[in-house]
Structure formats: structure tokens, C-alpha cells
């Protein structure tokens, strides 16, 4: 055979790249990653926008599903509403009502509302519940503390904000100080650094549910008039008003103010000085619910203000009570 008719030769060579895009596996773990991102985010904002009433329900469902599941109650989802969850079907009820039919178990809207308020529950229930609110003037005092030292003007009044919680709630009280105080000469006109520091405070009360009690104190220097004239009674109610008016300025909601009162000089801070400057304060207490609701009550018969020591429940000092002596007053 000759040269001519010979096929030619044809080599192949195929490049091998190794590694290259990997397959595009990476793509999918990237996916995985952002899907569970995507995922813990939704969580978070979940857990951030759902009440602390309805996280103790879920808590407490995980905890023992069936038990709730059968008896309904607070701890089943129905935290924050007033009929209870769980149970009969309600909606089935009302329409036997309507047909004229006598339903096997009648509903007590009252009693379901006294459960949500906590009167007449569980003990276990109104004792937690308690607790929770507890937790939260606990945080609220923290939170004010914060606010004072984070601030360089408020932090100069560090030593005239005593903060304490009492049986009635959070007690603040700001107190005059020789050389600084917090209104001018017996009048109820606010100096502009107490003016600051109350705006303050009523911005950060108003980020709970709670109300608010303010009393006005005086040291026992008396006008020369006594008390048939304008007279220390008169004085402390005027600062404890003009006190409101500033917390209210700051933001505080004006209807979570429920009383205001003047006190004078019957509650001495320091009971062995009765002069001291310590004395001239306004007190300012968030109220927890049992207090609030026997305020509220006050005078209608339907409950009784706990009662116990006004050393206690407004803040006297050490020692006995001292008798006022007739002085020019501050």
C-alpha cells in the first residue's frame, strides 16, 4: 500500500484540571449557612417580641405537656389572656346558651378575671408572679443607676438619689444637701439641675407598667405663721406637685401618677437631726400591683392598704421621733 492512501494519525490529549470549582459544594454550604442564620435571627426576634408571661406558658408546656394540656391555666399559652386556655370549647358553650339549651358547666367571667389578677389563684401562681414583678423594680433600679452614672451632669447628684425597694414597691428619693439644693427658699420652684435629673428619671419609669406614688417632705423649721397659715403642709404638697409636672415633662405617661401628697415634716429621714437637709426630699415609689390596687380601693371598702410602719413605708431614718422646734423655714 502505498504513502498516499494511509490514514493519518489523530492524537488526543484531553488537559485535566484537578481540583477546578470543586463541584460547587461550597455553594451549598454556603446555603446551609445563611439558612441558619436566617433561622437564628427569626428566633431572636421572636423571643424579643413576645411577652414574659407567654415564655413562662411555652416554658412551662415543654416542661409538662400533658399535664397542661388536660387542666388548661396560666402555664398552657394563657398567660396574657383572661379566659384561661385549655378546656371546653367555649365557642361551642355560647351557642348552646343562645339555642336556650342549659350548659353542663356555666362560665364565671369574674372568677376568670380574678385568676388573671391574681386574686383568689393558685398560691403557687400569685407567689410567682410576685416574683417576676420583683425581678422587674430590680432591673428598673439597676437601669436608673446605670442612667445616673452614664451621665456626667447626673452623676454630680449621686449622693443626693437614694434607691431602695420596700414592701409598696421602688422607692427613690432625692434629697437637698447644705450647699445644693433641690428647690429655691421655701418655695416649690426646682432648681435646673433637679428640673434635669427629674425629667430623667420620668423617662425611665415610664418603661414599666407600674404607677407612681410622690410625697413631699419637710425638715421641721416652721414658718412664723405655724400652721394656721401656708405652713410646711402646704410647702410639701407644692414640691411634690411641681415634682409630678417634671417627670411627666421627662415623658413619664401622666395617668401613672395616682397620688401625690404633702407630708410636711412628720417623717424625718434622720430622725436625730430633724433639721438636717436630708430631710427636705421628694419621694418617688413605683408602685407594685398589691399596693396599687389597694390605693385605688382606698375608701370603697373592697380592700385593705397593707398596713405597716410609716417609718417604714415612707422612709424614716434612725432613732425616735424628734419634737419640732419654731425656726425660720429653708
Do not use: C
Not at 199 to 212: E, F, H, K, Q, T
Not at 235 to 249: D, Q, V
Not at 276 to 285: A, L, M
Request: glycine share 10%; aromatic share 6%; net charge neutral.
Amino acid at each position: 500500500m502505498s504513502d498516499d492512501n494511509q490514514q493519518p494519525i489523530i492524537v488526543k490529549r484531553v488537559k485535566k484540571v484537578v481540583g477546578g470549582a470543586h463541584g460547587g459544594a461550597w455553594k451549598i454550604a454556603y446555603g446551609d449557612f445563611v439558612t441558619a442564620m436566617m433561622a437564628f435571627f427569626l428566633m431572636m426576634w421572636l423571643l424579643g417580641s413576645t411577652s414574659q408571661g407567654d415564655l413562662q406558658g411555652i416554658s412551662d408546656y415543654f416542661q409538662n405537656p400533658l399535664k397542661l394540656t388536660m387542666e388548661g391555666g396560666a402555664g398552657s399559652g394563657a398567660s396574657s389572656s383572661i379566659i384561661q386556655g385549655g378546656g371546653e370549647d367555649l365557642s361551642r358553650k355560647v351557642g348552646q346558651v343562645r339555642r336556650g339549651d342549659t350548659p353542663s358547666r356555666s362560665i364565671n367571667v369574674d372568677a376568670a378575671y380574678r385568676r388573671h389578677r391574681g386574686e383568689g389563684a393558685d398560691p403557687d401562681w400569685a407567689e410567682q408572679e410576685k416574683r417576676r414583678e420583683h425581678a422587674r423594680l430590680i432591673d428598673l433600679k439597676g437601669r436608673i443607676e446605670a442612667l445616673i452614672e452614664a451621665d456626667a451632669q447626673l452623676r454630680m447628684f449621686k449622693n443626693q438619689i437614694l434607691i431602695d425597694i420596700i414592701s409598696e414597691g421602688l422607692r427613690i428619693q432625692i434629697v437637698d444637701e447644705q450647699n445644693r439644693p433641690m428647690f429655691n427658699l421655701s418655695s416649690a420652684e426646682l432648681r435646673p439641675y433637679t428640673r434635669e435629673l427629674l425629667r430623667a428619671i420620668g423617662l425611665a419609669l415610664n418603661g414599666v407598667d407600674n404607677r407612681v406614688s410622690l410625697s413631699g417632705h419637710t425638715d421641721a423649721a416652721q414658718y412664723a405663721g405655724g400652721d394656721s397659715g401656708f405652713s410646711n403642709w402646704e410647702l410639701s404638697a407644692n414640691r411634690a406637685n411641681a415634682a409630678r409636672r417634671e417627670l411627666i415633662s421627662g415623658g413619664l405617661a401622666a395617668s401613672k401618677v395616682v397620688r401625690v401628697v404633702g407630708l410636711a415634716d412628720t417623717i424625718h429621714l434622720d430622725q436625730d437631726d430633724p433639721f438636717d437637709p436630708i430631710n427636705r426630699r421628694i419621694s418617688i415609689i413605683v408602685l407594685n400591683k398589691e399596693t396599687e390596687e389597694a390605693i385605688r380601693n382606698e375608701g370603697t371598702g373592697r380592700a385593705e392598704i397593707p398596713m405597716q410602719s410609716i417609718p417604714e413605708a415612707m422612709g424614716a431614718g434612725r432613732g425616735g421621733a424628734a419634737d419640732a422646734a419654731p425656726a425660720p423655714n429653708r
